[in-house]
């Protein structure tokens, strides 16, 4: 079954450095998202992203955060001088057809801002 | 502000038992609900999604969608073990472009 693939599955930085994430959505999905959750808290949105630009962003999706799909395989979020806050899980999704049908998760990357 | 709303549980049922999970949002243009299962330390699994009001079977997993009232739910019949985990109640916001929101999930606990 096709599946979305995250890497690396858990990354510690220290404040203020940066990060990316990487997400390798399933090939034939045109729909991009990432959503964060901090631990024991709800899943939350951080971004959309389609035809090679965002679509939607949350109020937490400010100035520190940005995505890009460099190539035709990989999507990326970077989080800039990171903050002991942005401590959360980060999962990358796609979907065929954007928000009216489901989407299917990676299976996340563990961010420890120490 | 949109919110989806669940009981955080936890909710504990027998094996053999039928599991009922319930979810409220507030956004009633919403045209598209999920339910995913997260286990703990994984990622969610999409495992219904349902368009219209009514019910909505898939092998064991039943969901119901009432958009009047702004209610979904899950029900699970003959829960297994296997079944022990978080459930996330989903809802697309129709004012947003591209936006699904989730909501705090239930956690269920099925004793054997």
């Known amino acids: 079954e096709p599946e979305v693939t995250q890497t690396p599955s858990h990354q510690v930085t220290q404040m203020g450095q940066e990060v990316i994430l990487r997400c390798v959505p399933i090939s034939n999905h045109l729909y991009f998202y990432w959503y964060r959750q901090i631990l024991g808290q709800k899943v939350e949105f951080l971004v959309s992203f389609y035809n090679n630009e965002i679509s939607e962003k949350s109020e937490i999706f400010d100035d520190q955060f940005s995505v890009e799909r460099p190539d035709g395989s990989n999507f990326t979020l970077k989080i800039r001088s990171t903050k002991l806050e942005d401590s959360a899980m980060y999962f990358c999704?796609?979907?065929?057809?954007?928000?009216?049908?489901?989407?299917?998760f990676g299976s996340g990357t563990r961010l420890t801002v120490v | 502000q949109k919110e989806v709303e669940q009981n955080s549980g936890p909710l504990s049922v027998p094996e053999g038992a039928i599991a009922s999970l319930n979810c409220t949002y507030s956004d009633r243009g919403s045209q598209s609900f999920f339910w995913y299962r997260q286990y703990s330390g994984k990622s969610p699994e999409l495992i219904m999604s349902i368009y219209s009001n009514g019910d909505k079977e898939d092998g064991r997993f039943t969901a119901q969608l009432n958009k009047a009232s702004q209610y979904v739910s899950l029900l699970i019949r003959d829960s297994q073990p296997s079944d022990s985990a978080t459930y996330l109640c989903a809802v697309n916001i129709m004012a947003s472009y591209d936006k699904v929101i989730f909501g705090p999930g239930t956690s269920l606990s099925v004793i054997p």
């Open positions: 999704a796609s979907s065929a057809q954007g928000k009216t049908y489901g989407y299917t």
